[in-house]
């Protein structure tokens, strides 16, 4: 007898082919039919209602690699289809890392992804110290499918210790580092991340930064002898820096027989040729038979923030920055105090200069009549400028006001769609479960078919559907995964491609210790299935089933 047969689907497979209509199998995890006429007799038997159904959205760019631990579910990731998360990204990884490099990891992993002290605190029993290990600790415990990457700072920080933060590694130190990154590709890691970017807790550069090329080009060897990805944080702020990463990973690619990814690539209407500058070399690359592919996200860049946290929305006023990093009862006396409140005003708004926060708007706020409204009229009524303005009505409740500074860049949806619906363009780049203080990373799924199928027509259903399922297992080279096939894992999502949506943003204190993070629920997601068990569904909300896998074991 069949475990679940869903009757009644427009089956999108996750090929690109047409849609059409019948039935699927469900058996011991895995896919035994998928189109036709079923009979119904089986354990559970969903009417899928002429809703689509389709394989598991899977998301190759996340940090959950905290919260997998005391949330297996990484809501509310799961209950908008994702069904396989790709998390170790941006050379940070929980593992391998010794017990000693335990505080320098956890700081990088707060500064750069903005996670709270509680995430790593107590929240979980940290007893790993190699790969093996810690997917050991994940096993039994995740309700979707994870893909861990290795990170090189953690990679670098096992075999050469402090000297991490501060050179390039000997030949010695290279041999034991490639010893340690096939070790975690034998346990199952899907690749190595590395960052050209990222700073640690002190601005300084994360240790992946002080590597050479002769260190990467040593470590993707090794990625070679497993065929792996190679995931990369270029210098996104940079045309001609990332034309010349694309170039050096086109290398990497080409020499060693991997795939490679990078992300993010923003478009901007600040710099426009950005984007078909960067795409002109990855074509080129592809057609000397490189995988160069860039991440791009559905969503625009929206930041919100309080006061109560320093949000990397002020990373460029440092004045701002370092003051909102400090302990709270510390920040608060600097704030009412009037002459840094002077010197905060003045760095903020050069020469009498409103425009930097004139445009952000009340996200949140105990008067209900300043919600939605701008901070520029709110300024003008009160008789002071913006920067006045944001930190009166942050005191006055406390710092419990929350701003939002919406379409900082990748807003335009007629830029924007038919880049996600290039051929070479990996739609990707959530940052799932990091920056949660700064926008919910959740939903970008059901804004490609909001914004990009059913308002802007830039995809088709099918197309969007193998962008995210068929196409990412692919790239990845995650087997027996994106495709509604028979003998494939029974991945699937079940969703009315009419409302299918991402909710709205809000603001929620469900982190361990009841640290707040912007979250959004799903619109129009009606049952997701993770290896043949309902793990999520519109009507009964999350199960108790923990079905998910370490997807390359
Ligand atoms: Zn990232």
Known sequence: MLDIVIRNGRIVDGTGLPAFHGDLGIAGGRLSRVGGQLPASARQVIDAGGQVVAPGFIDPHTHFDAQLLWDGQARPALEHGVTTVVHGNCSLSLAPLKAEHRPRLVKMFQQIEEMP??????????????????????????????????????????????????????PDEIRAMQDL???????????????????????????????????????????????????????????DVTVARVDQLAELSLAHGIPTTFSPLFDSSAVPDNVPRVLERVAEQFARGARVWPQVQTRPIDISFSLDMASLYFIQLPMWYMILRMPRAQKLALLRNDGTRKGLIDAAEPGGDTSRFARLRVRDSHDASLIGRMLGEIAAERGTTPAGALLDLSLEEDLGVHFLAASMGHEDPSR????????????????????????????????????????????????????????????????????????????????????????????????????????????????????????????????DARPGVITSA
């Not at 995740?142 to 390039?168: C, E, I, Q, S």
């Not at 700073?199 to 990467?216: G, I, K, T």
């Open 181 to 239: 990154l096939r070790a975690c590709l034998e346990a199952g890691a899907v690749g190595l991340s590395t960052s050209y970017v990222d700073m640690d807790e002190n601005l300084a550069p994360v240790p992946s930064r002080y590597a050479h090329s002769e260190e990467l080009d040593a470590l993707a060897a090794v990625l070679g002898e497993f065929g792996r990805m190679l995931q990369v944080v270029p210098e996104f702020y940079s045309t």
């Open 416 to 543: 924007i769609g038919p880049l996600l619906a290039n051929d070479l363009v990996h739609v990707g780049a959530s940052d799932g479960g990091a920056h949660i203080q700064s926008f919910a990373t959740y939903g970008d799924t059901g804004y490609l078919f909001s914004e990009f199928v059913r308002a802007g027509r830039y995809l088709s259903l099918e197309h969007a559907v193998r962008k995210i399922t068929g196409d990412t297992a692919q790239i990845w080279g995650l087997p027996g995964r994106g495709l509604l096939r028979p003998g494939m894992a029974a991945d699937v999502v079940i969703f009315d491609p009419d409302t299918i949506a991402r909710g709205d943003e809000r603001p929620a204190h469900d982190m361990p210790e009841g640290g707040m993070r912007y979250v959004r629920g799903a619109r129009g997601v009606d049952t997701v299935i993770v290896n043949g068990a309902v793990t999520w569904s519109a009507t009964g909300g999350y199960t």
């Open 117 to 170: 002290d509680a995430a790593f605190d107590g929240a979980f029993q940290w007893a790993w110290e190699g790969f093996a290990d810690y997917l050991a600790a994940l096993r039994g415990r995740v309700a979707l499918n994870v893909a861990p990457l290795a990170g090189h700072t953690p990679l670098r920080m096992w075999v050469m210790g402090a000297d991490a933060h501060k050179r390039a590694a000997k």
